[in-house]
C-alpha cells in the first residue's frame, strides 16, 4: 500500500474525528492543554486500535460487523449530540460547568463512534493481506492531529457565538450520525 493512499485513507477516516471535535468543543470556553491531549490522543488510539482489532477479526465477521457498524456510530454520535441539544436549553446551576466532551464516558462514546469504521476498514486490509501496523499507525496519528484542530477551531466558534453553540455542536453530531446512515443504506 502506498503513502498516499494510507493517507488519504487516514485523512478520510480522521474527517469525523475532527468534525466531532469542532462539534464538542464549541461549547469551551477555552480548550487546554489537557482538554486537547486527552480527546486528539483518545481519537487516535482508538483511530489506531480499530483497525488493528478488524484485521485481527479477519474474515470470518467482517460482513456481520460491516452491517451494524453504521448504526452503532448512528446511536452513539445522536445519543451525545441530543444531550448537547438539551444543555443548550437549560443553562448549567450556578457554579456548575457542563460536561466537558474530553472527559470521562462521553470521551468513550465519542472515541467509539468515530473510530468505529476503522473497525470496518482493518477488516477490509485483511482481506487484501495488508500488512496493519504501518497503515492503522498513520490512521492514528493523522486523527490525532485533526482532532486537535478541530478542538482549536470549535473553541473559537464558541468564544464567537456563546452558549447556543451547544446547539449548533449537538447538530452537527448528529448530522454526523446521520451522514454515516445515510453513507452505509445507499
Do not use: Y
Amino acid at each position: 500500500m502506498s503513502i498516499w493512499i494510507m493517507l488519504s485513507l487516514a485523512v478520510s477516516l480522521a474527517m469525523d474525528a475532527g468534525a466531532v471535535a469542532i462539534g464538542s468543543s464549541i461549547k469551551l470556553c477555552r480548550v487546554n492543554a489537557g482538554q486537547m491531549l486527552r480527546m486528539s490522543l483518545s481519537f487516535g488510539f482508538f483511530q489506531f486500535l480499530m483497525p488493528v482489532v478488524g484485521w485481527a477479526l479477519g474474515r470470518g465477521v467482517a460482513g456481520r460487523i460491516q452491517n451494524m457498524d453504521h448504526w452503532v456510530a448512528f446511536g452513539l454520535l445522536t445519543l451525545v449530540g441530543g444531550h448537547m441539544i438539551a444543555e443548550s436549553f437549560h443553562p448549567p446551576a450556578a457554579g456548575k460547568e457542563s460536561a466537558d466532551p474530553t472527559r470521562g464516558w462521553r470521551l468513550l462514546i465519542l472515541s467509539i463512534a468515530t473510530s468505529i469504521d476503522a473497525l470496518a476498514v482493518g477488516l477490509s486490509l485483511s482481506l487484501l493481506r495488508v500488512t496493519i501496523w504501518l497503515p492503522a499507525t498513520v490512521i492514528g496519528v493523522v486523527t490525532a492531529g485533526l482532532t486537535a484542530l478541530g478542538l482549536q477551531l470549535g473553541c473559537r466558534l464558541g468564544n464567537l457565538f456563546g452558549r447556543r453553540m451547544d446547539l449548533a455542536g449537538g447538530l452537527i453530531l448528529i448530522g454526523i450520525g446521520v451522514g454515516i446512515l445515510v453513507e452505509h443504506l445507499k
